[in-house]
């Protein structure tokens, strides 16, 4: 071990880039990201910080007119992942960042994430893009109690009837004017009810 090595170390430098997490209010991770991203532009440090990444996946919704609409969340809110050395510049510029709370770690030190992890993240987030189809997981089973929350039965609870797996469809046995009758709905316009 070299004396700088040997300095560092008893002072908490890291000379190598490594994955931190950076905990950040929830809802302002891409605007962290795209602060921190000017920082290190202006300032030239694009040899300390290599990547901020913000980990995200799409959701399906219904809209208030009953269309689909795909959302992109963040998968951990209110943490960014930063590849970096990290060391009392670097260090500084992140803590001081507006809407970080800190850099992850033992009360003062930070510390890094195991070498992969992230690499790992980038790769399930990329087999769950590829994997994603146009339907939605179903999770209900024949016989299910289960409240409607929107469309034209809004509030109305029944049993499942039919699964259409498929085009995510539900047939749902609701009581109409004191009869029975089967409706067809979209998997997200129900909720599941608890037995």
Do not use: C, H
């Amino acid at each position: 071990m070299t004396k700088q090595e040997s300095n560092d170390q008893i002072s908490g430098i890291d000379r190598k880039i490594r994955w931190y997490i950076v905990q950040t209010y929830v809802g302002f991770e891409d605007v962290v990201k795209k602060i921190i991203g000017q920082k290190i532009e202006n300032l030239g440090l694009e040899k300390k910080v290599k990547e901020v990444f913000v980990p995200t996946k799409l959701i399906t919704k219904l809209n208030p007119k009953g269309e689909r609409k795909e959302k992109e969340v963040k998968i951990y809110p209110g943490y960014i992942y930063v590849n970096m050395m990290l060391d009392k510049e670097i260090g500084y510029l992140i803590q001081n960042t507006q809407y970080v709370s800190k850099i992850a770690g033992t009360g003062d030190v930070a510390i890094p994430l195991e070498e992969g992890y992230v690499e790992k993240v980038k790769e399930k987030m990329k087999e769950d893009a590829e994997n994603k189809s146009n339907t939605v997981t179903v999770e209900y089973q024949m016989g299910d109690l289960v409240k409607i929350k929107d469309g034209p039965f809004k509030d109305m609870q029944g049993k499942i009837s039919g699964i259409d797996a498929e085009n995510a469809r539900l047939d749902v046995l609701l009581t109409i004017f004191d009869r029975e009758t089967n409706v067809e709905v979209d998997v997200l316009e129900v909720e599941k009810l608890i037995s």
